[in-house]
C-alpha cells in the first residue's frame, strides 16, 4: 500500500531511468561534441555527415593552441583559476557574515538595507559597466586583475542566499546559549553558523566560481588588449579573424571546461545535500 509512504521510499521504474538517461545524454552530448572536434582534423570538422568518433589530434591541437602568439591560453587559465578562487573565497566569506548579520543580529534599519539589497538583484549588470570602467580608471586598476576581482567580492544574490539559509538553520536559542557563555559575534558566526551552514556554502561556492569563471563581458572590456587575458577572452581570441579555425576554439573550450568538471565531482555531495536541505526547510 503506497498510502503514507516517503517520495524517496518510492520504488523507480524503468520510464524514469529511462527518461534519466536520455535527459543525461542530451546534457552531455554538446562536451561530447566538443572533444570530438578537438580531436579531429580540419577535414573531419568540415566532414558530411559529421563526425562522431573522436580522432587523434587533441595534443596536436593543444600545442597549436598554447603556441599562438597574441592569445596568451595559458597566462588566461592562470589568471581564471586565480581570479575564480579569490572571487569564490571572498564571496563565501562575506556573503556569509553579512547572511549572518542580517539573519540573527538586531541593529536599526536592517529590514530597509536587505530590502535595497534584494532590490539590486533586479538591475541588469550591464547597466553598470560604464560607471564601474571609469571607477576602476580613477583607481588606476584597468587592465589589471583587480578591476575583475574586486567588483565581484561580494554579491547581493550571496547575501540573501546565506541569510535565508542561516535563518532556517541556526536556532536563535543556540545563539542566545552562546552569548550567554561569553561568545563573542565572530566566535559565534566561526564556531556555530559557518559549520551549520556548511552544505549553502558548497551551492554558492560552487555557482560563484562557474559564473566567475565564464564571465567574459567585463573581463573583456578591462582586460582588453593586455597580456593578462581570462579563458573566456582568450577563446574569443581563438574565434577571432576572417577564418575561423574550430579545432583550436573547441580544444581551448574543453580545457577551459575541465575546470569546471573537477569543482562538480568534488563538491558533488555538498551540492545536493545543500539544495535538498533548503528545500526541506520551513
Do not use: H
Not at 38 to 43: K, L, M, Q, R, V
Amino acid at each position: 500500500m503506497l498510502l503514507g509512504r516517503a517520495p524517496q521510499d518510492t520504488p523507480a521504474g524503468i520510464g524514469t531511468y529511462l527518461l534519466l538517461s536520455v535527459t543525461a545524454l542530451f546534457a552531455a552530448f554538446p562536451l561530447y561534441w566538443m572533444f570530438v572536434i578537438a580531436t579531429s582534423s580540419d577535414e573531419a570538422t568540415a566532414q558530411l555527415p559529421p563526425v562522431v568518433i573522436p580522432g587523434d589530434r587533441f595534443l596536436a591541437n593543444l600545442d597549436e593552441v598554447f603556441s599562438m602568439q597574441d592569445v596568451y591560453f595559458a597566462a588566461s587559465l592562470v589568471n581564471s583559476v586565480i581570479v575564480a578562487t579569490v572571487v569564490t573565497a571572498s564571496v563565501l566569506f562575506f556573503c556569509s557574515l553579512a547572511g549572518f548579520a542580517f539573519a540573527k543580529l538586531r541593529f536599526r534599519g536592517s529590514r530597509a538595507l536587505m530590502l535595497f539589497v534584494v532590490l539590486t538583484l533586479t538591475v541588469p549588470n550591464q547597466l553598470g559597466v560604464v560607471a564601474l570602467y571609469i571607477v576602476m580608471g580613477k583607481l588606476g586598476w584597468n587592465g589589471t586583475l583587480l578591476a575583475v576581482i574586486v567588483p565581484g567580492m561580494v554579491t547581493a544574490f550571496g547575501v540573501f542566499y546565506m541569510r535565508q539559509f542561516i535563518v532556517n538553520t541556526v536556532p536563535d536559542e543556540l545563539v542566545e546559549s552562546a552569548r550567554i557563555d561569553g561568545a563573542t559575534t565572530m566566535r559565534i558566526y566561526w564556531s556555530i553558523a559557518l559549520p551549520a551552514v556548511r552544505p549553502a556554502l558548497a551551492v554558492l561556492g560552487l555557482l560563484t566560481f562557474v559564473a566567475t569563471w565564464n564571465d567574459f563581458q567585463w573581463p573583456l572590456i578591462t582586460l582588453n588588449g593586455t597580456d593578462y587575458p581570462t579563458s573566456m577572452v582568450a577563446i574569443s581570441d581563438l574565434a577571432s579573424g576572417n577564418y575561423v579555425i574550430y579545432r583550436r576554439v573547441l580544444a581551448g573550450a574543453f580545457v577551459a571546461t575541465v575546470p569546471l568538471l573537477i569543482m562538480l565531482v568534488v563538491g558533488g555531495r555538498q551540492i545536493v545535500r545543500g539544495i535538498m536541505e533548503g528545500a526541506v526547510k520551513s
